[in-house]
């Protein structure tokens, strides 16, 4: 399953029990690597959606191994839910009619989908300053989600990497400062900035390499090791700025 679908953002099952909503792990009664996810959306919707208990399988059901709710987030690396329907309403004397304990869960579900942007880590580089040892970025995490290592890429035109920095985290719907070293770092006239990360903490979760905007990329000229050299067309635009002024200079 995990190679037919390789990138998603939610995955959900349902099943008969009691009326619970349940994310991993069921095998370990340990909170997911990536609890600020699940436990903000475990406020949301009990605050303004529904009073579904959403718990850790293990803790909130009982220990079970081998569901694909596990497999979901621990092999795909997707956030997981299993929707547990209460089957004893259908015994004489429920209060509840089934179709509104599936109604209410419903609207659960309709607010995943609705929200599905913000289950993932979604980083947005603010600003970019290198200078002679250092990188000093302003990083915005936009999602619900943390990401934990990731990095600073400088390719050529070709897409060849020249350079990344040492790994850095970044917390769920977080601003942080990040600094790094720029030992061994090169600039050429043609370089490209990305930032490198995985969508969610859990180790199986999806890698994305997003384009850092030129615009916002500072070079600190003290860092004279670190200036790239000059591209072809301002190498020749140099050339014909200095032919016109000695021509100037010639005919005064």
Same mark, same amino acid.
């Given at each position: 399953?995990?190679?037919?679908?390789?990138?998603?953002?939610?995955?959900?099952?349902?099943?008969?029990?009691?009326?619970?909503?349940?994310?991993?792990?069921?095998?370990?009664?340990?909170?997911?690597?990536?609890?600020?996810?699940?436990?903000?959306?475990?406020?949301?919707?009990?605050?303004?959606?529904?009073?579904?208990?959403?718990?850790?399988?293990?803790?909130?059901?009982?220990?079970?191994?081998?569901?694909?709710?596990?497999?979901?987030?621990?092999?795909?690396?997707?956030?997981?839910?299993?929707?547990?329907?209460?089957?004893?309403?259908?015994?004489?004397?429920? &209060? +509840?009619? %089934?179709? =509104?304990?599936?109604?209410?869960?419903? !609207?659960?579900?309709?607010?995943?989908?609705?929200?599905?942007?913000?289950?993932?880590?979604?980083?947005?580089?603010?600003?970019?300053?290198?200078?002679?040892?250092?990188?000093?970025?302003?990083?915005?995490?936009?999602?619900?989600?943390?990401?934990?290592?990731?990095?600073?890429?400088?390719?050529?035109?070709?897409?060849?990497?020249?350079?990344?920095?040492?790994?850095?985290?970044?917390?769920?719907?977080?601003?942080?400062?990040?600094?790094?070293?720029?030992?061994?770092?090169?600039?050429?006239?043609?370089?490209?900035?990305?930032?490198?990360?995985?969508?969610?903490?859990?180790?199986?979760?999806?890698? &994305? +390499?997003? %384009?850092? =905007?030129?615009?916002?990329?500072?070079? !600190?000229?003290?860092?004279?090791?670190?200036?790239?050299?000059?591209?072809?067309?301002?190498?020749?635009?140099?050339?014909?700025?200095?032919?016109?002024?000695?021509?100037?200079?010639?005919?005064?």
């Amino acid at each position: 399953m995990n190679e037919v679908v390789s990138d998603a953002d939610l995955y959900v099952t349902m099943h008969t029990g009691v009326w619970i909503m349940l994310y991993p792990w069921g095998k370990w009664p340990e909170q997911p690597s990536d609890w600020e996810l699940f436990h903000h959306i475990r406020d949301d919707v009990n605050d303004n959606i529904s009073e579904i208990p959403i718990r850790n399988a293990n803790q909130g059901l009982y220990p079970n191994c081998g569901t694909s709710r596990d497999y979901g987030y621990g092999v795909m690396g997707f956030p997981t839910f299993t929707f547990e329907t209460d089957d004893e309403q259908f015994l004489l004397g429920t &209060v +509840e009619a %089934l179709s =509104d304990r599936l109604g209410e869960e419903l !609207d659960v579900m309709k607010y995943l989908v609705q929200n599905i942007w913000y289950w993932r880590a979604r980083l947005v580089i603010e600003s970019f300053e290198i200078t002679e040892d250092k990188i000093v970025a302003d990083v915005s995490n936009l999602g619900h989600a943390s990401t934990s290592n990731a990095t600073f890429h400088y390719s050529d035109s070709n897409g060849n990497l020249i350079w990344h920095s040492e790994n850095f985290g970044v917390n769920a719907t977080n601003q942080s400062e990040i600094i790094v070293g720029t030992k061994n770092l090169s600039l050429v006239g043609d370089g490209i900035w990305t930032v490198h990360y995985q969508k969610r903490v859990i180790d199986s979760s999806t890698w &994305v +390499e997003e %384009l850092i =905007d030129g615009s916002i990329i500072m070079i !600190d000229s003290g860092g004279k090791g670190l200036l790239p050299a000059p591209s072809l067309f301002i190498y020749l635009l140099s050339l014909i700025t200095a032919a016109i002024a000695r021509k100037n200079i010639s005919i005064d």
